[in-house]
């Protein structure tokens, strides 16, 4: 099969600009929009086919060098569990077990690459082991799972020498359960940490986070109680505080504290009015922590102080910030969304005086990347 090097020139599904992909040479017309023609890729990285069209890539014309190491990212996209076609098992519950996300992880460092997972069960007797090129369709790989394995369960593979691509992973057990992985390789570099909004499993790749596959824990939000439902009367006049745990209500209007019988504890003092002149004396606070590529920033200012992860980008990204999205906003700071384009505003205006003079900062719907 003849294939192409394509190069982005506009963002399309998860391919960023200036990224590279090698697909098969020719082109396809959408099925759903006539008016739509480009190149098929095998995995717009959710594991389905899509196209790029024509007005978003462009045709590089420079040799493909082979190399024996490719160091660019590898994006899981899909994980399945099934019976091949021509098996002859009809159980409803295999024996084997399902591959689950938590057991496939990537693990990148500069100079090191790999693709781990671990078998439902011990597998030194399962089945064939599959690496395919989603592009061509060539088997790379074909032998025992048993040659990959690292102790009873764990396949261990090296991804270095992968060229960027599209691949498919199987391991299939004797009755043809089988395991399915879908993954990206891509060039150096890539996906970047300016990304804005991209998908869970690419937010992951980016933060450099093992686990691409898991799905995005549930966001709860508690309802607070109100003064009405915690204030209780004091039991009588002689009544002293007992120590234990104490219940603050605080919004924009007023500060108060009661104790575990729901008896209010008199402050002696406005805490709203005392940090109002706290901030108006000393100014904003920031503060920072780090834990390898990342870590954590205090800001303050006023009534309202949250901490934000960041960490290391790339490219022109010194450092990208997570920052709630606008649906959060309210409920995460019961501070108007009209505050918040100013209040992170300001907060990257003070990370960059404080951390990188010289730089800018570019805001998008759920982080803040600081630019060279």
Known sequence: MKTVRLKITQHCHIFQK?????????????????????????????????????????????????????????????????????????????????????????????DCQQLMFHMPRYA?????????????????????VRDHLSGGTQVLLNTLPYKPGFYTIEAVWPDGWTHQIRFIKFIEGYPEASYENPPRNVELAIKNQECHLMPAPIETIQEKKTVNQIKKPKPYPSYVHPPGNVTVIQNEKEYRTFDSNGVEIENGIDMKSFKKDLALKFGP????????????????????????????????????????????????????????????????????????????????????????
């Open 124 to 144: 030194y007797d399962a089945g064939a082991y599959r690496l395919i090129n989603n592009v061509t369709g060539e088997l790379i790989e074909n032998v025992r």
């Open 18 to 110: 200036g990224n590279i992909l090698e697909v098969e040479d020719v082109v396809v017309h959408d099925a759903a929009n006539d008016d739509i023609s480009g190149y098929s890729v095998p995995d717009i990285g959710n594991g389905l086919p899509g196209i790029l069209p024509l007005k978003s890539v462009k045709i590089v014309v420079d040799n493909d060098d082979a190399s024996e190491s490719y160091f660019g990212k590898c994006l899981l996209t899909k994980l399945s569990n099934f019976y091949e076609q021509d098996s002859e098992s009809t159980a409803a519950t295999p024996n084997a077990g399902d591959l689950l996300p938590q057991h496939i992880r990537v693990i990148h460092y500069p």
């Open 285 to 372: 606070v920031a503060e920072y922590t780090q834990d390898g590529r990342g870590g954590k920033i205090y800001y303050a200012e006023n009534d309202l102080s949250m901490e934000f992860y960041w960490e290391f980008g790339g490219g022109n990204a010194v450092v990208v910030i997570d920052i709630p999205e606008e649906k959060y906003w309210e409920a995460q700071t019961k501070t108007p969304l009209a505050e918040r384009y100013g209040f992170l505003s300001r907060m990257a205006e003070r990370v960059i005086q404080d951390k990188a003079p010289g730089c800018h900062f570019q805001m998008y719907s759920n982080s803040i990347s600081i630019l060279r």
